[in-house]
Nanobody, 122 residues
Framework: QVQLLESGGGSVQAGGSLRLSCAASGRTFSGYTMAWFRQAPGKEREFVAY???????TYADSVKGRFTISRDNAKNTVYLQMNSLKPEDTAVYYC????????????????WGQGTQVTVSS
């Protein structure tokens, strides 16, 4: 069993930065692919970025070049550095672990955090 706890959300103006953290419990964290998803009001949960157990990563086109995902296996933590934030980045951001299929689909992830709100004002 893995428990995920996000932190670091908040309110910023457009062009600002935030860093989200996701702390995981469990001894097998280093073997899990980890991901960030987000969900805006009235919209489906969408893929933002993932990082594999070996550190390889990929991003949604909408955040490429602005967001960076990373992990620290010694601290059982995954991060999402968000720069050049836009109002359309406003959403609840969720950390997810251990996909059982297509890593871009929210349906396949076994573990989820409770989410952290990010609000970007223009």
């Amino acid at each position: 069993q893995v428990q995920l706890l996000e932190s670091g959300g908040g309110s910023v103006q457009a062009g600002g930065s935030l860093r989200l953290s996701c702390a995981a419990s469990g001894r097998t964290f280093s073997g899990y692919t980890m991901a960030w998803f987000r969900q805006a009001p009235g919209k489906e949960r969408e893929f933002v970025a993932y990082v594999s157990w070996s550190g390889g990563s990929t991003y949604a086109d909408s955040v490429k070049g602005r967001f960076t995902i990373s992990r620290d296996n010694a601290k059982n933590t995954v991060y999402l550095q968000m720069n050049s934030l836009k109002p359309e980045d406003t959403a609840v951001y969720y950390c997810a672990a251990n996909p059982r299929g297509n890593v871009y689909s929210a349906r396949v992830y076994e573990y989820w955090g409770q989410g952290t709100q990010v609000t970007v004002s223009s």
